[in-house]
Nanobody, 114 residues
Framework: QVQLVESGGGLVQAGGSLRLSCAASVSIFSINAMGWYRQAPGKQRELVAGITSGGSTNYADSVKGRFTISRHNAKNTVYLQMNSLKPEDTAVYYC????????WGQGTQVTVSS
């Protein structure tokens, strides 16, 4: 089982930026599927962004052009740079890694005030 530790969440005003980090307990060099989901109160968990081992990325339509996912294999870490944040981005953000099983982090709260 892969342990994932997220950090970087917090409270920010609309238009601001945050960078989330997710550190894995194993080498991510060969892990093909990893990324971020989020869950707002009363809503289902939704995919925000994903990245493959080759660096291909995909994003939810709602965050395209504002969020950027990246990975640093040597640090076993995946990042989510979030710019131009909106109140509707408020959610708990979860890192995931597909390595055999689907592994989840504990989540980090992002709150965007208007």
């Amino acid at each position: 089982q892969v342990q994932l530790v997220e950090s970087g969440g917090g409270l920010v005003q609309a238009g601001g930026s945050l960078r989330l980090s997710c550190a894995a307990s194993v080498s991510i060099f060969s892990i093909n599927a990893m990324g971020w989901y989020r869950q707002a109160p009363g809503k289902q968990r939704e995919l925000v962004a994903g990245i493959t081992s080759g660096g291909s990325t995909n994003y939810a339509d709602s965050v395209k052009g504002r969020f950027t996912i990246s990975r640093h294999n040597a640090k076993n870490t995946v990042y989510l740079q979030m710019n131009s944040l909106k109140p509707e981005d408020t959610a708990v953000y979860y890192c995931y890694v597909l390595e055999g099983l689907l592994n989840w982090g504990q989540g980090t709260q992002v709150t965007v005030s208007s």
